[in-house]
């Protein structure tokens, strides 16, 4: 996960170079051209299910496709309105279901480095799983999240009311206060710790079930503390993602 913020700072700063750069002249026609051309990954916010079908909305560039990619080959699409939003409609799956979201523009395709994982058919947790990144759930979940594992150091990260001035995080001994963001998110780093650790978030009790069995295919397994899931991102990066059940104390 260091390596890739280190990754995003850099892509930040190159980006803000070239934005002070001057452009020469008979540049300028082509770049304005290939900046319309260019598409931005779809942010999917939710995801609802009504009798045998899912409806999974987000955010895209007005009038892009937006196309989920399963593993088996299965894709869904649809066309983002005058607004930037969209609605993939998709049958429910029988268990679990991964998705890779794209925006495609002529033959042209911008595809998310996120997942979208959905667990039990969509009557276990919804999460936007984000390599190097917190997990984003957009199911009901605890004061606790997620924690993302890639072995050598963990993100703990969760929602709470907007508003809420500190949250209160105990790992290993030690106690760190965070600040969520204007929606309520927030994340933490913790130590890496293979085996099973207590913490204490916002007044409750949880246990960190160690990290999952190395796998490169997608393991998912049910626990009595939640879900823990096996998952590979881009570039074949193996990370663990525990995500804590509701009723998790």
């Given amino acids: 996960m260091k390596r890739a913020m280190l990754w995003m700072i850099a892509a ?6 070239a934005a002070c750069s001057p452009t020469p002249p008979e540049q300028a026609a082509g770049d304005a051209e290939a900046t319309r051309e260019w598409a931005r990954p779809p942010t999917i916010d939710g995801v609802v299910r009504a009798g045998p079908a899912l409806t999974v909305s987000g955010v895209a560039d007005a009038g892009a496709r937006v196309v989920l990619r399963g593993d088996d080959g299965a894709a869904f699409a649809a066309t983002a309105d005058s607004r930037g939003r969209f609605e993939v409609r998709l049958p429910a799956p029988a268990g679990h279901l991964l998705l890779r979201p794209e925006t495609q523009i002529g033959q042209d395709a911008a595809p998310s480095p996120d997942r979208l994982l959905i667990l039990a ?11 190097g990144g917190p997990t984003r759930r957009l199911d009901a979940a605890p004061a606790l999240g997620a924690i993302d594992s890639d072995g050598r150091m963990r993100l703990a990260s969760g929602r ?15 106690t760190v206060q965070v600040a969520p963001d204007a929606r309520g998110r927030w994340s933490v780093i913790l130590p890496p710790r293979d085996g099973a650790e207590p913490l204490r978030v916002a007044g409750r009790e949880f246990v960190w079930p160690g990290e999952a069995a190395g796998s490169q295919d997608l393991v998912v397994e049910s626990l ?3 879900w823990r899931i096996r998952w590979t991102g881009p570039g074949a990066a193996r990370q663990t993602t525990w995500l804590p059940g509701r009723g998790a104390s």
């Fill in 12 to 17: 930040v700063a190159a980006g803000v170079a």
């Fill in 224 to 226: 009595d503390s939640g």
């Fill in 121 to 131: 058919a969509g009557e276990g947790p919804i999460v936007v799983l984000r390599p």
């Fill in 160 to 174: 709470t009311a907007p508003g809420t001035e500190v949250v209160e995080v105990q790992s290993g001994g030690e």
